[in-house]
Nanobody
Framework: QLQLAESGGGLVQPGGSLRLSCTAS????????IAWFRQAPGKEREGISC????????NYADSVKGRFTISRDNAKNTVYLQMNSLKPEDTAVYYC?????????????????WGQGTQVTVSS
């Protein structure tokens, strides 16, 4: 069964850090592009980062550029999102997704496999 599972969310103070994990089962993550999206209450799902097929490029939304870093650990079949200098506006449910393609897309409708999401709350 094909699955993506996110973990690592939680409550953190402004300026703090979290590392989210996206682990796959049933397929090999490094064969495809993997994206991170987030959705805050009342807002549309926002693409924030993507990493192409193993060895490929990464990209980031302007809202997280310089603060978030996406990476892979192929041995663990996992993609990470390191989030530093967190702000209250980063509060959202974070999802990883794949469209079984080597290329990234920033459009959520292009993705057909999603994890269940992990809540990130940035608050003092």
């Amino acid at each position: 069964q094909l699955q993506l599972a996110e973990s690592g969310g939680g409550l953190v103070q402004p300026g703090g850090s979290l590392r989210l994990s996206c682990t796959a089962s049933g397929f090999t993550l490094d064969s495809y592009a993997i994206a991170w999206f987030r959705q805050a209450p009342g807002k549309e799902r926002e693409g924030i980062s993507c990493i192409r097929q193993s060895g490929g490029s990464t990209n980031y939304a302007d809202s997280v550029k310089g603060r978030f870093t996406i990476s892979r650990d192929n041995a663990k079949n996992t993609v990470y999102l390191q989030m530093n200098s967190l702000k209250p506006e980063d509060t959202a449910v974070y999802y990883c997704a794949t469209r079984f393609n080597v290329y990234c897309s920033s459009y959520s409708l292009d993705y057909n496999y999603w994890g269940q999401g992990t809540q990130v709350t940035v608050s003092s």
